[in-house]
């Protein structure tokens, strides 16, 4: 990685940079455990679950020296006040509670069907259309 001056040493994983755009895709946002050094950049997601946008960290993965557990995306997907709350509303969203085995183990194909399973659900189930019982 040598635009950001990051040395790529056998230590360095070959795990796959994610796209999470489309807002600032030429970014990369660290999802990671709360293993490893703490920063004052690192954002707390959930008790298990952090992020850190800082190329520190990035040289600390490279290294060997960051979280055991993490995925790289670049860019982020963003909303206004109040539009995630009110796409949620509008049922838009199907959302479980955050799992770090879901976030950080599961292969990114299967990220989906695992998530419907941790609700007790199918794809199967899904529809196209929306409505209310």
């Known amino acids: 990685m040598t635009r950001m001056d990051i040395e ?6 070959d795990r796959p ?5 489309p807002v600032e895709t030429d970014r990369g946002y660290v999802l990671h ?25 990035l040289r600390a993965i ?8 993490w995925l790289l995306a670049l860019g982020y997907a963003g909303w206004g006040a109040g539009q995630i709350e009110a796409e949620i509303a509008a049922n838009g969203w ?4 955050a ?16 998530a419907f399973e941790k609700l007790g659900a199918g ?11």
């Not at 790529?8 to 994983?13: D, G, I, R």
């Not at 794809?123 to 209310?132: M, N, T, V, Y």
Request: aromatic share 4%; hydrophobic share 35%.
């Open 8 to 13: 790529v040493t056998p230590k360095t994983s």
């Open 94 to 97: 199907i959302h479980c509670d």
């Open 17 to 21: 940079v994610l796209f999470g755009g």
């Open 62 to 69: 490279a290294d060997g020296r960051g979280p055991a557990h």
């Open 123 to 133: 794809l199967s189930g899904l529809s196209a259309e929306a409505g209310r019982a």
């Open 99 to 114: 799992d770090p085995a879901l976030v950080f183990d599961a292969p990114a194909e299967d990220k989906w069907r695992r």
């Open 33 to 57: 455990d709360h293993d490893g050094p703490s920063r004052a950049s690192t954002l707390a997601v959930t008790p298990d679950i952090s992020l850190t946008p800082t190329v520190d960290m």
